[in-house]
Every structure is written in structure tokens, then in C-alpha cells.
């Protein structure tokens, strides 16, 4: 046994594999009823499945890698071993890049609902399917750029008030629209 964690990375790695099958199949028939229901409009279609493909990355990249490092970690000095901290950077750039796609689509689909009840008559002419596939593509653009600055500036604390920020914006406009 290489730590004092053995237990409980054991225990993590079993409840990840679990969460891991249930986030892919669960993902995978959403997007499927999702794509097959005619009566959704095709903005708020957009926005919903984006956010069961970013749920879905989630479920077939992240939680994977995380249970193959959780092993890795089982052995003796992994730090040491190139394949772990590969796998680790690997893991930390996938998951930064879902997570902040995930948080930007959540924020999107708000303040879309806030539109389609403010805007009544015009929310069809104002938010087309265009604009919001441009948002949608923007959003992972955003993501992989914060992935992509997260990798590239290790541990500073500059770095989490840059990200609380991006993090508390998004919170407080949906917590605000949620109580509008």
C-alpha cells in the first residue's frame, strides 16, 4: 500500500465508475429525446444539447481519466512516473474546458428563458438559431482559452480571483434572473 489513502481511492474509484456509466447513458438518451422532440424551438434545442454534450464529455473523458489517475495514485510515488503527470495535465485541461462550458451553457440557458419572457413576440426575430449556435461556439471557445490560461499559469492566487470573478459573475446573473 503506497498511501494512507488506499481506502478511499479505492472507495472513489468504484463510486466514479458508477457515476461515470450513469453520466454516459443517462447523457445519451437525452441527446437522443432532445433531437427527436419536434416541439422544443430550435435555440432553446441548441442550448440543451450543448449542455448534454458537455454532461456527456463529463461522463466519457473526465471521470475516466480521473479514475486512472485515482489508481495511479495507488502506487508508490506517482509523481515520479511521466505517465501519471501526463494524465494529470490531460485531466486538468478536459475538465477546466467542460466545467466552464458547463457553467457558460447553464448562464446562456437563463438568460435565454429571461429573454423568451421578457421579449414575448420578438424573442423568435432576436434569438435565431444562428446567434445561438455563435454563443454555443463561443462558449467553448471562452472555455479552452480559460483551460488554456489555467494550464499555462500554475498556482497563483492572481489566477483563482480571475476565475472566482468569472465564476461569481456567472452565478449572480443566474441567481438574479432566477429571481426576477
Known amino acids: 500500500m503506497a498511501d494512507a489513502g488506499y481506502p478511499s481511492y479505492v472507495a472513489n474509484s ?8 450513469t453520466a454516459i447513458m443517462l447523457n445519451s438518451v437525452t441527446i ?5 422532440t419536434s416541439s422544443l424551438p430550435k435555440p432553446l434545442k441548441s442550448l440543451l444539447l450543448s449542455l448534454a454534450v458537455y454532461d456527456l464529455g463529463v461522463g466519457l473523458l473526465v471521470l475516466p481519466l480521473h479514475i486512472a489517475l485515482l489508481i495511479m495514485k495507488l502506487e508508490p510515488n506517482p509523481e515520479n512516473n511521466p505517465v501519471f503527470n501526463h494524465s494529470k ?9 467542460l466545467y466552464y462550458t458547463t457553467f457558460f451553457g447553464v448562464t446562456a440557458l437563463t438568460v435565454g428563458r429571461l429573454l423568451a419572457i421578457h421579449l414575448h413576440l420578438r424573442y423568435q426575430e432576436l434569438v435565431t438559431h444562428k446567434r445561438v449556435v455563435a454563443v454555443v461556439i463561443s462558449m ?21 480571483i480571475v476565475f472566482a470573478t468569472i465564476e461569481g459573475f456567472c452565478l449572480i446573473l443566474n441567481y438574479s434572473i432566477v429571481l426576477l
Open 14 to 21: 468504484v463510486f466514479n465508475a458508477f457515476v461515470c456509466y
Open 32 to 36: 437522443h429525446a432532445i433531437r427527436k
Open 89 to 97: 495535465t490531460c485531466y486538468l485541461a478536459i475538465m477546466n474546458l
Open 140 to 160: 467553448w471557445v471562452f472555455g479552452a482559452i480559460i483551460s488554456f490560461i489555467a494550464l499555462l499559469v500554475k498556482e497563483r492566487k492572481d489566477r483563482y
